[in-house]
């Protein structure tokens, strides 16, 4: 069965600095992978998404990710956060590669404090 | 505009008295879900379609219904509400084509349900 396990429940950081935000899955099978963020009081939005191919994704608002198949890890990166990143953050599976059917992260909170 | 419509954002109700959430999207997508958000536990899918009268349990449809009578709507129905359905309820839907892979998942805006 696929899970996915996002180790940090909350991330504070100050603005500027950069930012990490861990994703692990566990999966018998090829999945697919996807951050989403969720900014307060909004729906969910993809930031990014891994499907084949480079290991380095990029994706919107300047973060990306960077899928290791031996660590089965795909952790969200941005070299300098704004205030603006203040969101929650999701971690997300699937198998077969659409959208439809997707096993999410618990979240983590990104706080960016000035 | 490509875009998922839930109603209503906010529902304050008691317990027992059935309910219906609406879903609709516009992009002619073949697959729905529905997913409930709860702090520390993230979204947990409820149920979901594959197509038109097509339907089957996510990973927590215990005292909730689906119907998807047409491509476009699929109505999530709680019979006999409780307190810990309690929660914040999203709608989804995306392409489904088989052997396709490069679909986006569109959400809506989220319904928070209280029940009393």
């Known amino acids: 069965a696929q899970s996915v396990t996002q180790l940090d429940s909350q991330v504070p950081v100050f603005e500027e600095a950069p930012v990490e935000l861990r994703c692990n899955y566990s999966?018998?099978?090829?999945?697919?992978l996807f951050w989403y963020v969720q900014y307060p009081n909004q729906g969910l939005q993809l930031l990014l998404k891994y499907l084949s191919g480079s290991t380095l994704v990029k994706g919107i608002n300047g973060f990306e990710a960077e899928f290791n198949k031996s660590q089965t890890s795909f952790h969200l990166r941005k070299p300098s956060v704004h205030i603006s990143d203040t969101a929650e953050y999701f971690c997300a599976v699937s198998w077969g590669g659409s959208q439809g059917n997707l096993i999410f992260g618990k979240g983590t909170k990104l706080s960016v404090k000035p | 505009e490509a875009q998922v419509t839930q109603n209503p954002r906010y529902l304050i109700t008691v317990t027992g008295k059935k309910l219906t959430v609406t879903c609709s999207q516009n992009?002619?997508?073949?697959?729905m879900s529905w997913y409930r958000q709860d702090p520390g536990l993230g979204l947990r899918q409820i149920y979901y379609s594959m197509n038109v009268e097509v339907t089957d349990k996510g990973d927590v449809p215990e005292g909730y219904k689906v119907s998807r009578k047409e491509k476009r709507n699929f109505p999530l129905i709680l019979e006999s509400p409780s307190p810990n359905q309690t929660s914040l309820y999203f709608c989804a839907s995306s392409s489904y084509i088989q052997g396709a892979r490069d679909t986006e998942a569109f959400f809506g805006q989220g319904t928070r349900l209280t029940v009393v």
């Open positions: 999966s018998s099978v090829s999945v697919y």
């Open positions: 992009m002619n997508h073949e697959y």
